[in-house]
């Protein structure tokens, strides 16, 4: 079975338009096919009632099912996200992990045009499933690996590699794909 990448929507997504031009981007950057499923509700526990925000750690949790299948799971979601020692956060993963989720709430904030928005989402979709394979921040800015802890982080930085991470990258992947044979 071919090593794949699932899309999967958490609760309604106003606009469908970014999951497919978030899957677009993946399927070119890590060369994987990508397959969008159907959406799934956001997991009830993830809720924090104190701070009106969801708990991105439960969520990753509930991801991270057993299954033979050699895949690696982006969830998408419009609800604002956190981790207990951060106010908010635009995504999460595991390094070396399975799955990762993104959170387009904070991508909205700023009354973003949706092709603002659209980008935000696909760097915050490409970082996030980077660190699904193992890589680690960046210290150059304009890499989309650089860490992102507002918008304007993300604005500024681009949807590719810099050449070091990009190498990283490029033999991560096939160690993914020799991995999964």
């Not at 899309?7 to 899957?23: C, H, W």
């Not at 925000?53 to 979601?77: D, V």
């Not at 999460?92 to 387009?104: E, H, P, T």
Request: glycine share 4%; proline share 6%; with cysteine.
């Amino acid at each position: 079975m071919l090593p794949k990448i699932k899309f999967l929507p958490l609760g309604p997504i106003k606009m469908v338009a970014v999951l497919q031009e978030i899957a677009i981007n993946i399927e070119k950057t890590y060369r994987l096919p990508c397959e969008i499923c159907d959406p799934l509700p956001i997991p009830e526990l993830a809720y924090d009632p104190a701070r009106d925000q969801y708990n991105s750690k439960i969520i990753l949790e509930s991801l991270n099912l057993e299954s033979q299948e050699p895949i690696k799971i982006l969830a998408i979601t419009e609800v604002d996200l956190f981790i207990p020692i951060m106010k908010y956060v635009f995504g999460l993963s595991i390094i070396g992990g399975r799955s990762a989720v993104i959170s387009l709430y904070r991508m909205y904030a700023d009354g973003a045009s949706n092709g603002i928005l659209i980008q935000r989402a696909i760097k915050t979709a490409i970082h996030e499933l980077a660190h699904t394979f193992g890589m680690k921040h960046c210290k150059v800015k304009r890499c989309v690996m650089f860490p992102s802890v507002s918008v304007k982080d993300t604005d500024e930085k681009d949807s590719d590699f810099c050449i070091n991470c990009s190498n990283i990258l490029d033999w991560l992947i096939k160690k993914f794909r020799l991995s999964e044979i």
